[in-house]
């Protein structure tokens, strides 16, 4: 997320703009973004608390600017310690390997140091941190050496602009004294006067690794004027000149000793051609040592790099893998997909066999029975020519001679079942519905027992059925229905299935079936009439007063389910047919929507169509 200078100047909206791209990138790991420059963005709390969450999901990231592009002038970011402490989070709970951190210009004052100085020392190996212009006050100062002294990887620390005054000076040269691995201080306009520098001055005699210090105090700043004596600068430049050598000696660099130290002092602002920046030499130096530092980073980043590429190459084998298995279950798939086919091929030929041959022995029943029509005429006229002459036996004697050879006469088409001529008709008018929760229950019975007979199910099967539905039904509760009628609206309602009959169906099922198969299955027909009977006893007689419950509302209620895709041509404008069952319907289309959604599902593989319809009744 780098912004140029001449951006520094967009409206917010555009920098939160930016910044939610960068967070989408953060989510997304994006092995490149490696680098957050956000200086003078005023993104806020709001925009920390976004970074915050988004950098707890980033490996990569190496270095978060949150400050300002220039420290004469910068605004920051318009963070607070609220937004600070929401940033530290995600930066704890994020893997990556921040190395530098900038927050300059952002007042975090005391409470937010504090929550800095806790991070310090969970945080990553961090070696930069700016925070220049932030409202540290000497109060604050002693958690912030604590959290200093626990990250021991730091190298450079800008404290610059912070009122930390002399008692802060005091805390850091306590713990310079230890020998840490800071190898830049800058101390610049923090208020520092000359009991500052002589704890500085004690620390720096024993430090072997600091190379740099600015101590440059404002003139125009009354609060804080330049009176840190010449010595103790003096003293500061010398020590910090043998940190320098032996900091170079570690190098393994050939040196010619500087007449001056790198330090800024009181006074006037840092001049590199000034007899402050020390001789030619020093100057060669400095540009050595700049050199080397900048070559040690280029080999930081390039192993940083190497150790992505080998992570990279890591995630894009076990990719390979993994589709190559893929790849091996798909192929697995096609192979049994192809020996399907082939069944089904076979299957169909052999289906097409059996039909032709079907058809055939229809051809050949038909042409035999004509045949046997004409040879009964030819006989019935025979018959009365014979009867007439009183030269053969009577007519009843010749039918009764060829009716072992023919078959019967059929004056047309037979007749299409109706519910006139249907055994129901005739049952359901001396049946009587079940009294007692005992007569229900015994109908229930001798209906799924003569169902198992007829299909030819196990009858444990159907013991087992019975048991558990009739358990299911004596948990069930409705204090507003008497118990014969909550029996059987639990029974109608009850998600238990015969499993081992040919479909597994519920009692609904079951009941329709038998309804379907009427004329000689009356033993089947009779406990189903009588289950039914109860039902309209349920639906109507008994809840007369709930007219919002008999009347859906407009007339029109739903049915959903699923219906197979040979069938759908049935169903058109104007046409009517009986339906021989019990038709269950909901006053809700989304109720419906529900069941056509579930029974899609189970007969999906059946390659079943959802069907949803809308049953108008006669008002």
């Not at 925009?47 to 990569?60: E, F, M, Q, V």
């Not at 037979?414 to 001529?421: G, I, L």
């Not at 009628?485 to 029974?491: A, E, G, T």
């Not at 329709?512 to 299955?521: F, H, K, T, Y």
Request: aromatic share 4%; charged share 20%; hydrophobic share 40%.
């Amino acid at each position: 997320c780098v912004f140029a200078e001449s951006e520094v100047e967009q409206a917010m909206g555009n920098a939160q703009g930016d910044l939610q791209t960068t967070c989408t990138r953060l989510e997304a790991d994006d092995p490149g973004l490696t680098e957050i420059f956000c200086n003078d963005q005023l993104i806020g709390d709001a925009g920390a608390r976004a970074l915050g969450k988004s950098l707890a999901k980033s490996s990569h990231l190496v270095k978060l600017k949150l400050g300002a592009i220039h420290f004469s002038g910068g605004q920051g970011c318009g963070i607070t310690p609220a937004g600070l402490a929401a940033l530290l989070d995600g930066l704890r709970a994020s893997p990556s390997r921040l190395s530098v951190l900038s927050l300059s210009f952002n007042a975090l004052g005391d409470e937010g140091t504090s929550g800095l100085s806790d991070w310090l020392g969970t945080g990553p190996p961090l070696s930069q941190l700016f925070l220049f212009n932030c409202a540290i006050s000497p109060a604050a100062m002693p958690a912030l050496v604590a959290g200093l002294a626990a990250c021991r990887s730091l190298t450079l620390l800008n404290l610059g602009g912070n009122n930390i005054q002399d008692e802060g000076a005091g805390m850091l040269a306590t713990w310079l004294a230890s020998d840490p691995a800071l190898e830049v201080l800058d101390l610049y306009n923090c208020g520092i006067l000359a009991g500052g520098a002589r704890a500085l001055v004690v620390a720096t005699r024993t430090n072997t690794h600091l190379v740099f210090v600015s101590l440059y105090n404002r003139a125009t700043i009354p609060h804080f004027p330049n009176n840190i004596p010449s010595p103790a600068i003096a003293d500061i430049r010398a020590n910090v000149k043998k940190a320098r050598a032996a900091h170079m000696a570690r190098q393994g660099l050939a040196q010619e000793a500087p007449s001056g130290g790198a330090i800024q002092g009181s006074g006037q602002p840092p001049d590199p051609a000034g007899p402050h920046a020390g001789s030619e030499h020093e100057a060669q130096l400095s540009a050595l040592l700049a050199t080397i530092r900048a070559l040690e980073a280029e080999k930081a980043a390039w192993v940083t790099e190497q150790a992505d590429m080998r992570a990279t190459i890591d995630r894009l084998k076990a990719e390979n893998e993994s589709q190559v298995s893929t790849l091996g279950d798909c192929l697995a798939d096609l192979d049994r997909l192809r020996a399907e086919k082939t069944l089904w091929a076979a299957d169909r030929d052999g289906l097409q066999l059996a039909s032709e041959g079907l058809r055939l022995e229809l051809q050949a029943a038909q042409r035999s029975s004509a045949a046997a029509q004409e040879e009964i005429v030819r006989l019935l006229k025979a018959a009365k020519q014979a009867e007439a002459e009183c030269a053969v036996p009577s007519l009843e004697g010749a039918m009764q001679e060829m009716s072992v050879q023919a078959p019967p006469l059929q004056s047309g088409p037979p007749a299409v079942p109706s519910f006139s001529s249907s055994a129901y008709l005739p049952l359901s008018s001396s049946a009587t519905a079940a009294v007692t929760v005992s007569d229900l229950r015994s109908a229930v019975t001798t209906l799924v027992e003569t169902f198992c007979t007829h299909t030819g199910t196990d009858p444990k099967e159907g013991q087992t059925f019975l048991a558990a539905l009739l358990a299911e039904t004596a948990t069930f509760v409705d204090s507003s229905l008497n118990e014969v009628d909550r029996l059987v609206q639990q029974l109608w309602s009850s998600g238990q299935r015969l499993a081992a009959s040919p479909v597994p169906r519920a009692l609904p099922h079951i009941i329709n079936e038998a309804i379907r198969l009427d004329r000689g299955n009356e033993a089947t027909l009779l406990p189903a009439i009588q289950i039914a009977q109860c039902l309209n006893q349920l639906c109507v007689e008994h809840r007369q007063g709930c007219e919002a419950d008999v009347f859906p509302p407009g007339g029109r209620c739903y049915r959903g389910g699923t219906l197979p895709a040979e069938h759908l041509a049935f169903f058109h404008r104007g046409k009517r047919y009986r339906v021989p069952g019990l038709l269950s319907t909901s006053n809700t289309q989304e109720k419906a929507e529900k069941f056509m959604e579930r029974s899609f599902r189970d007969q999906r593989r059946r390659q079943h169509c959802a069907v949803l319809w809308r049953v108008q009744l006669h008002p």
